[in-house]
């Protein structure tokens, strides 16, 4: 089979849909179909583990969207050339999957959606006010041609726009690389640091990276020798240096950076737990979450869109409300001192992590794609190589 991903960001970039999408297709590769990734960054064309990965480069960006005014005419030219089976877009930002839809329905190719956001909406009245318009006119046109809207959190089912597409809808197992995150023979003790994982964009600040360094003032008055790394990179760095300088904070918080591949898994491996204090609409099921659960690693977030479908309070994860400074400050420190009910969480969070992995997510995906197959796209398989509706989906071309 032959397939088209499209999405705005691609591993190493966009944090969680960049390593999701580029995961999925390593893991589609992997099992013989022939992968096209199409994304933003340097203009490229080059092969990487058996996928072929395009970059155009954005003309610039609005919000966290990134930009391409001729994006259009670059599927249109790609989908006419490579004869693709069916074209994945993922979101979770506007506009590349909308030129994904446009140039597919134009085209009469079959189209998936990767669904991964549970709201547009950013408590920021004129930008709120704009995504209102692109959901009621544009995101609805893009969605209706679409033949499944995957998601993988059950949350979304109640999103802004999703329960007018339920019959669309269909669940997919999310996805972690257990034979690269998986936790080490040591347990955690006395020694190590929290850890914070994602990006520090202005467009991202729903984060909560904010009140994690307030809530870290209140910690330190009773715990000086608390610490905390924050693995990351992106156009705040300097804004959040600068706090944690101003709340005397230099020798408890210590940036790292943006880290990938050995050295994530090495961080992620020798805290002591997650701090993910994200608030508003926008989380679903944070990659890092997940990647720390697969290294026995537990976590403090907040009871925030779809994070209270992945993390269950007092089992595998704390949970607090969003935004409460106190509540994320008294869990954290809770973590930090007691040792037991922390490895208790680390046991569930370890059960927990073996129900994800990409190779069922690529499972979960195919099985939608065979079971969506129309007569006439069975009629052209059967024309081109005599192929059967049980093996579609498993040949690489027509």
């Given at each position: ?40 960054g340097k203009n490229s064309d080059v092969e ?200 005397k904070l230099d020798g408890n918080i210590e ?98 992590t073996k129900e994800f992995s990409w190779t ?39």
């Amino acid at each position: 089979m032959h397939l088209l991903i499209v999405t705005p960001y691609l591993y190493p970039q966009g944090s969680g849909v960049g390593r999701i999408s580029y995961s999925l297709a390593r893991e589609l590769s992997k099992i013989g179909h022939q992968i096209t990734v199409f994304s933003t960054g340097k203009n490229s064309d080059v092969e990487e583990n058996g996928i072929r990965i395009i970059k155009k480069k954005p003309f610039f960006h609005f919000s966290n969207t990134p930009v391409r005014l001729r994006l259009f005419f670059d599927l249109v030219f790609l989908i006419k050339k490579g004869r693709y089976d069916f074209i994945l877009a993922f979101t979770p930002v506007p506009y590349y999957m909308d030129m994904a839809s446009l140039a597919a329905r134009i085209l009469s190719v079959p189209f998936y959606v990767s669904y991964n956001t549970y709201s547009f909406k950013r408590e920021r009245t004129l930008l709120d006010f704009i995504t209102w318009l692109y959901s009621a006119i544009v995101e609805r046109f893009s969605l209706g041609y679409a033949r499944k809207i995957f998601i993988n959190s059950k949350r979304l089912k109640q999103a802004d726009i999703l329960p007018q597409y339920k019959n669309k809808l269909a669940y997919i197992t999310p996805g972690v690389d257990r034979s690269q995150f998986q936790p080490t023979s040591s347990r955690s003790g006395s020694a190590g640091y929290m850890l914070y994982v994602g990006p520090l964009n202005k467009g991202q600040r729903w984060k909560g990276i904010d009140y994690l360094i307030s809530a870290m003032v209140k910690i330190k008055k009773e715990y000086p020798e608390i610490k905390l790394k924050i693995a990351g990179g992106g156009n705040l760095r300097a804004y959040y240096h600068k706090i944690v300088r101003a709340g005397k904070l230099d020798g408890n918080i210590e940036f790292v950076g943006f880290l990938q591949n050995e050295d994530l898994v090495k961080i992620y491996q020798n805290c002591r737990f997650l701090v993910l204090p994200s608030y508003g609409k926008a989380e679903l099921v944070p990659t890092a979450i997940i990647e720390a659960f697969a290294c026995g690693k537990t976590v403090v977030s907040t009871f925030s869109a779809g994070i209270p479908f992945l993390v269950t309070d007092g089992t595998d994860g704390k949970l607090i409300e969003p935004k409460n400074i106190d509540q994320l400050a008294k869990a954290m420190a809770e973590l930090w001192i007691n040792d037991n009910y922390r490895r208790k969480l680390e046991e569930g969070a370890i059960k927990k992590t073996k129900e994800f992995s990409w190779t069922k997510m690529a499972e979960d995906l195919l099985a939608q794609v065979k079971h969506n197959i129309t007569t006439a796209e069975l009629k052209q398989c059967q024309l081109k190589q005599n192929c059967k509706k049980s093996d579609f989906w498993q040949t690489q071309e027509f």
